[in-house]
């Protein structure tokens, strides 16, 4: 069975830092790219950053410069890296696999960001 679990979310003031990750188990290919999304109350999941397998990556416009997405395929393992973040940033963050198709895309729990002002 694929699992995605996401650990590093919490409570940081507004300028902190976390970092997140996504350990993944299971028959996940290493071909797929990786992306982490948020959720804010009331509003649709959406992609933060995605990384391919050899390495490119994209970011929403709202955390580029300040977030960085990684992985190593060693530890089957992705990270977001965010910096300076913001109260807008507050949302369940969610780690996904990319498949080919969808029945190959999967996603983890998610994990909860919260940045005070």
């Known amino acids: 069975q694929v699992q995605l679990v996401e650990s590093g979310g919490g409570l940081v003031q507004a300028g902190g830092s976390l970092r997140l990750s996504c350990a993944a188990s299971g028959r996940i290919s290493r071909g797929n790219a990786m992306g982490w999304y948020h959720q804010a109350p009331g509003k649709q999941r959406e992609l933060v950053a995605r990384?391919?397998?050899?390495?490119?990556?994209n970011y929403a416009e709202s955390v580029k410069g300040r977030f960085t997405i990684s992985r190593d395929n060693a530890k089957n393992t992705v990270y977001l890296q965010m910096n300076s973040l913001k109260p807008e940033d507050t949302a369940v963050y969610y780690c996904m696999s990319q498949g080919v198709i969808s029945a190959l895309t999967y996603w983890g729990q998610g994990t909860q960001v919260t940045v005070s002002s």
């Open positions: 990384i391919t397998s050899g390495g490119s990556t």
